[in-house]
């Protein structure tokens, strides 16, 4: 069974870490402002409470001072109900004691209520806070009932992924199946295909044998080949000094200045090649060699074997021929101005130290 791609795993396992993540957080969140609402709905019933008490000790007070008001008023209905004449100064002065007794109580109690009232606007105060402290908490909720919501949805997208991965891996180990299926037939196939070469190799080996070594010099002389051609570079100021080129078709090209020294030029292609100051000693030619409109200027033919050779319109200008054979060469209308002759061999099979050509 086909393992599951690394990195999709990862990716995977690491959405589900951070969904997780978030949602530790956002329970925590909102668990701290669940705690701080229960926290101030508390300190508001205290609050409460210490208000209520507050406005009955008030109404005590109030109570109070009006049943010494409804004394006082009974006090001075009944003076009043007495004669003007009767009434003495001790009952004044006992009447204006009670007044200012009545006036001492309503003063206390004035401060009192002053200090109610105080209390009052204190606790009104810690209402206004905790009403602004539930309205921040009430809006913490609010975000985090969202954050729970897009972590859901974010949840849920995962899910659906983790989902489509599942698939994916699913079609995958299919194919792995299958190509497992495949290998093990090739396997098969390549056990059967050895045992039968195995079984060719032994019923022919002696003809193999017999066929390298009837062919072995050909084998050899192919190698040959193949290895001067390989490091003969055709190119100008190339060296291509002992190349087999027998047959080549260098017809046209730019070899300026080629070293060609003792190479196999036989039946060679060199028409309209440029050949200038090239070096072409001990070169071995024959009647299929064609030099034929090749340009020579400068060229180095000391010993070249150009015996049969095709040199129709070539130019040889200031070309050293010492010790070179034209023996039935084809020269016609070729150009041998200022070359250096030295017991070189013109077409009439005799040997020359001097300019034959323009005779």
């Known amino acids: 069974m086909a393992e599951g791609n690394p990195t999709q795993t990862a990716l995977v396992a690491g959405g589900l870490a951070v969904v997780l993540l978030l949602n530790v957080f ?14 101030t709905v508390a300190s508001n019933d ?4 210490t208000m209520n008490a507050e406005l009955g000790a008030i109404s005590d007070i109030l109570d109070a001072d009006l049943a010494l ?12 109900s007495e004669s003007g004449d009767n009434t003495t100064d001790a009952q004044i002065a006992e009447l204006q004691e009670e007044i200012d007794a009545i006036i001492d109580i309503l003063d206390a109690d004035l401060l009192l209520m002053e200090a ?17 402290s539930l309205g921040a908490v009430a809006a913490d909720l609010d975000a985090a009932v969202t954050n729970i919501s897009m972590v859901a949805a974010d949840l849920d997208a995962v899910e659906t992924q983790l989902a489509v991965l599942e698939t994916q891996l699913a079609a995958l180990e299919a194919k792995v199946a299958t190509l497992e299926t495949a290998v093990a037939n090739i396997n098969q196939m390549l056990t059967q295909h050895d045992a039968q070469i195995a079984m060719l190799e032994a019923d022919h080996m002696a003809d193999i044998y017999t066929l390298q070594a ?17 490091s003969c570079q055709l190119v ?5 000094a002992g190349a087999n080129l027998s047959g080549a078709n260098l017809s046209g090209m730019d070899l300026t200045g080629i070293d060609l020294r003792s190479a196999n030029l036989e039946g060679a292609d060199l028409s309209g090649a440029e050949l200038n100051e090239s070096l072409l000693m001990n070169i071995e030619g024959n009647s299929s060699t064609n030099f034929s409109n090749a340009y020579l200027r400068y060229a180095d033919l000391t ?7 095709d040199l129709t319109g070539a130019d040889l200008r200031y070309a050293d021929l010492k010790f070179a054979n034209f023996e039935d060469a084809t020269v016609t209308d070729a150009d041998f101005t200022d070359t250096y002759w030295h017991q070189t061999i013109w077409t009439d099979y005799v040997r020359y130290d001097s300019n034959q050509a323009a005779d």
């Open 303 to 309: 010993g070249a074997d150009l015996r049969y050779a």
């Open 236 to 240: 100008p100021f190339g060296n291509c």
């Open 69 to 80: 008001i409804e004394v006082l008023d009974a006090r001075i209905d009944a003076l009043e």
């Open 214 to 230: 009837e062919h072995y010099y050909d084998i050899a002389a192919l190698e040959a080949a193949l290895e001067s051609a390989i």
């Open 46 to 49: 205290a609050d409460l409470a």
């Open 116 to 132: 109610l009232e105080a209390n009052l606007s204190a606790v009104s105060a810690d209402i206004d806070t905790a009403e602004a």
């Open 26 to 39: 956002f329970s925590s969140t909102l668990q701290s402002d669940i705690n701080n609402v229960e926290s």
